[in-house]
């Protein structure tokens, strides 16, 4: 548990308190506690549990400063002590799929699991399916801001930035696809208070 916090954030403190932030305590993040913000991030829900997410926690100076190059030179993605990148891979997804059935349902589990993947996804082309598992991967990027946040760390969610180069410098295979680039460390600015549309706006109530 971080220094700072006596206790995790409730998950509404967590929400209302979270705001992108771009400058950084210049202190490495607490390992224990980036392990543990990725161990809740990666309880996000996925259809079917296929988990399509994947992490790349870059912490490696000339790593960061190769990926803010990539970033349009956005300065926050080298001030921050840590950048988590999150991507999916419904590649590896589909060719592992039987690991995420549960191990409750037996092998009629993963024989099932494997099915409904082979049915659903084996006709379409590597695109399509990629575009699914992004939706999901949506998800534990959503989860992870606010799993970072409830453990007294701040963030800022990145989609500036140039895929291929991100995938070129992380080695990642041609067909994954990001949900984003998350700088993460300790506040040293305040950010911006939300600037939202109310409820009413966005909501129809039947
Ligand atoms: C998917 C996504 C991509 C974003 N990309 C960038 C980015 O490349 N650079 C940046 O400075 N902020 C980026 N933002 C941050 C938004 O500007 C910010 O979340 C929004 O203005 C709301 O402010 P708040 O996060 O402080 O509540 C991004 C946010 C999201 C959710």
Same mark, same amino acid.
């Given at each position: 548990m971080t220094a700072t916090l006596t206790r995790p954030l409730t998950a509404t403190e967590a929400i209302e308190t979270r705001?992108?932030?771009?400058?950084?305590?210049?202190?490495?993040?607490?390992?224990?506690?980036?392990?543990?913000?990725?161990?809740?991030? !990666?309880?996000? *829900? !996925?259809?079917?549990?296929?988990? $399509?997410?994947?992490?790349?926690v870059v912490q490696d100076p000339q790593l960061r400063e190769q990926l803010r190059e990539a970033a349009y030179g956005q300065a926050q993605v080298t001030n921050a002590p840590a950048v988590i990148v999150v991507y999916s891979d419904m590649e590896d997804t589909l060719q592992t799929v039987e690991e995420t059935a549960h191990p409750g349902m037996g092998e009629a589990g993963r024989s099932g699991q494997r099915q409904t993947f082979d049915g659903v996804f084996g006709q379409q082309d590597v695109a399509q399916r990629g575009?699914? @598992? =992004?939706?999901?991967?949506?998800?534990?990027?959503?989860?992870?801001?606010?799993?970072?946040?409830? =453990?007294?760390?701040? $963030?800022? *969610?990145? =989609? @500036?930035?140039? *895929?291929?180069?991100?995938?070129?410098?992380?080695?990642? *295979?041609?067909?994954v696809q990001f949900a984003g680039m998350l700088p993460i460390g300790k506040r040293a600015e305040e950010g911006f208070p939300h600037h939202r549309h109310p409820v009413e706006r966005i909501t129809k109530f039947y």
């Open positions: 705001r992108s932030i771009r400058k950084f305590v210049q202190e490495p993040v607490d390992q224990g506690d980036l392990r543990e913000i990725l161990r809740l991030a !990666s309880l996000a *829900p !996925s259809a079917w549990n296929a988990q $399509t997410w994947r992490f790349a575009q699914w @598992g =992004l939706s999901q991967a949506n998800i534990a990027f959503g989860f992870l801001m606010v799993a970072a946040r409830g =453990l007294g760390y701040d $963030t800022v *969610p990145m =989609l @500036g930035f140039d *895929p291929a180069k991100v995938r070129a410098i992380l080695g990642l *295979p041609e067909h």
